[in-house]
T-cell receptor, first 113, second 112 residues
């Protein structure tokens, strides 16, 4: 089946630093999604990408849909303590419902004040 | 006015028991899901219902039975609980044509 590998698995950074994480797949997707999960909560959508090459920003977050359709990255600029959490990428094929996403194994971010 | 709400938030039970987790969404979405998150935080879909009909059933033991009385509710019943069922279970919902899934807060199930 499809697999999504996220890297790095975990990051420890200082407040104010920029963060970059990526997600690679063994097969192509039509949609890439990035979610954040706070401790004790469910994942919340950050950014959705629908076209190969698409670059989308949401505040300090920027994500790109890779040209090959097999990867995506997420950047966070000027990190703050509330950025702490687990970041998941998820891929979808056209025609499937939103929840039928294949999730990556997550990147855990720790921000030191 | 929580969008997707699950109860209970925590559930501790003994092996062999039967338990249910309830989920309700007030977003007017057509599709609801159950996901399982294991101790390594890996999220895997279990079931998906669209307008009360089962449309996705991943490889899940028969002990797990979802029930959707109406499109705003999707409950998960688990029979004969096993230690390996311990995990966080997330309910989610989406509009059929929309890509975003809205997740509940999760139910942490611990089987002892």
């Amino acid at each position: 089946g499809q697999q999504l590998n996220q890297s790095p698995q975990s990051m420890f950074i200082q407040e104010g630093e920029d963060v970059s994480m990526n997600c690679t797949s063994s097969s192509i997707f039509n949609t890439w999604l990035w979610y954040k999960q706070d401790p004790g909560e469910g994942p919340v959508l950050l950014i959705a990408l629908y076209k190969a090459g698409e670059l989308t920003s949401n505040g300090r977050l920027t994500a790109q849909f890779g040209i090959t359709r097999k990867d995506s990255f997420l950047n966070i600029s000027a990190s703050i303590p509330s950025d702490v959490g687990i970041y998941f990428c998820a891929g979808q094929l056209r025609g499937t419902n939103a929840g039928k996403s294949t999730f990556g194994d997550g990147t855990t971010l720790t921000v030191k004040p | 006015d929580t969008a997707v709400s699950q109860t209970p938030k925590y559930l501790v039970t003994q092996m062999g028991n039967d338990k249910s987790i309830k989920c309700e969404q007030n977003l007017g979405h057509d599709t609801m899901y159950w996901y399982k998150q294991d101790s390594k935080k890996f999220l895997k879909i279990m079931f998906s219902y669209n307008n009360k009909e089962l449309i996705i059933n991943e490889t899940v033991p028969n002990r797990f039975s979802p029930k959707s009385p109406d499109k705003a509710h999707l409950n998960l019943h688990i029979n004969s609980l096993e230690l390996g069922d311990s995990a966080v279970y997330f309910c989610a919902s989406s509009q059929q044509s929309n890509t975003e899934a809205f997740f509940g807060q999760g139910t942490r199930l611990t089987v002892v």
